[in-house]
């Protein structure tokens, strides 16, 4: 088994390098090469999990998830289209809204996440051993982005990215008018794409 | 800048989180087709939510998860040789004859399905939509001549996307909305959308009820904030589907 990429199952920030093997192994996928996907499946499940995981509150359910994710991407039931982004974002993107179905669709789970600790943002703790220098550097930039967004904001966000909540939705919860929480969301996004955009632009390394 | 476009604006932040309600939800989702800057900004937006579960907490998923993937994995797709060894031994001679008529129908129905879409292309996607499994709705104008619309459903028979053309921009306070009709019963909206200058609109749908159990799909003319009934006359309309 060959993995072309680092050990480091996170997406590295704007290096380029990984876009060619990300793309060789889902070209691969597509002509049934069971070793590309393993290859894509170590390389980006811990992330792909962890989101899961926040989203659903529930072990079993965020195994669900990743499952249903990386057998879309086997299947053909997604296609990637490089327009959208890099990989793992599409990745992201897929398991997120398979999570946030679920979420929907369960509501006594979500009744029961309510009442549970989920896994919050990192603090920007010491790295583990096998995270390269530049993954730290990216989740210290992520965690410090919205730990330095206003809290309505931040909450906002999280509502709206981990909760799948509508903006409609977010305002009831909150107890606030629509237009503020429209606000909240406008302003807390142009917050994090000045601060984070130029750490993930896939045209950095040009 | 109009200050249509100024409102817009205002919401690709929402819409790049999926947050965003009907009717704004359909128009920003023919509005980025059409303009640059906005498509960039929602791109950025984009990747930066993209990114930010690195900053969670990591958690790794169990080691049965990948054996599950695996074994799905090639249920789903046969190894090589794989088709002798789920084929019987007495229908073997057949193999190549069955695939060749296998590919052969799968080509008659690759172009069928692209001649119908090509007659009027509407969207960027439509030809890649139309080249995986999933079921064709073709409607065509009965209140609107000229105007038609093509509803790709995919093979979960939930996720679709509609691609109209041939329908004439609303004035402010009105809008086009979908609707599946089931026999004997209550049509269901399948949301609201806008159309573009040209009159055409590219636009994702979530199918509310199984395509098996739609009498009619259609399209009428609304208020902006769409009904819970059609108030208008059918624009668009199909009766049957594959």
């Known amino acids: 088994m060959s993995d072309s990429g680092s050990r480091d199952r996170r997406p590295r920030a704007g290096t380029g390098l990984d876009e060619p093997a990300d793309l060789d192994l889902l070209s691969r996928m597509r002509g049934g090469d069971e070793v590309a996907l393993e290859v894509l499946y170590k390389r980006y499940a811990g992330l792909v999990f962890t989101l899961a995981l926040r989203i659903v509150g529930d072990r079993e359910l965020a195994r669900e998830v990743l499952q249903d994710a990386f057998l879309r991407c086997w299947d053909g039931r997604e296609t990637y289209d490089a327009g959208r982004g890099r990989v793992p974002w599409w990745l992201i993107g897929i398991a997120r809204n398979r999570a946030i179905d679920l979420l929907r669709s369960r509501p006594h789970q979500a009744r029961l996440r309510e009442g549970e600790i989920l896994p919050g943002n990192a603090r920007t703790s010491d790295p583990s051993p096998s995270e390269a220098a530049d993954a730290v550097g990216l989740r210290r930039a992520i965690t410090s982005a919205l730990e330095n967004l206003p809290m309505a904001q931040r909450r906002a966000i999280e509502l709206a990215y981990y909760g799948g909540r509508t903006q409609s939705e977010i305002a009831s919860e909150l107890g606030e008018p629509l237009g503020t929480v429209k606000s909240w969301t406008r302003e807390a996004m142009e917050r994090l794409r000045i601060s984070l955009w130029p750490l993930i632009d896939p045209k950095r390394e040009e | ?242």
């Open chain 2, 1 to 242: 800048m109009t200050e249509d476009h100024k409102q817009l604006q205002e919401h690709v932040a929402a819409y790049a989180l999926d947050s965003l309600e009907e009717p704004e939800r359909a128009r920003m989702e023919a509005h980025v087709g059409t303009c640059e800057r906005c498509t960039s900004r929602l791109d950025e937006y984009r990747a930066v939510l993209g990114s930010l579960p690195i900053g969670l907490e990591p958690s790794e998923p169990p080691a049965e998860a990948w054996t599950a993937i695996q074994a799905a994995a090639r249920r789903r797709r046969p190894a090589r040789g794989g088709i002798e060894r789920i084929i019987p031994t007495t229908w073997r001679w057949a193999t190549w004859p069955l695939a060749v008529g296998l590919a052969a129908g799968m080509l008659a129905w690759n172009v069928w399905l692209l001649r119908e879409i090509s007659v009027r292309p509407p969207g960027p996607d439509v030809e890649a939509l139309a080249r995986r499994p999933g079921r064709l709705v073709i409607l065509t104008g009965t209140g609107v001549r000229g105007a038609s619309a093509r509803l790709l459903v995919a093979v979960d028979g939930r996720h679709g996307h509609l691609a109209i053309a041939g329908l004439r921009p609303l004035l402010p306070g009105r809008t086009y909305q979908l609707w599946f009709v089931p026999a004997s019963a209550t049509p269901v909206t399948g949301g609201t959308f806008a159309v573009d200058a040209g009159g055409r609109a590219w636009v994702s749908i979530t199918v509310p009820i199984s395509l098996d159990d739609a009498h009619v799909i259609a399209i009428t003319e609304e208020p902006s904030s769409g009904s819970s009934t059609p108030t208008g006359d059918y624009l668009v309309e199909a009766h049957t589907w594959r």
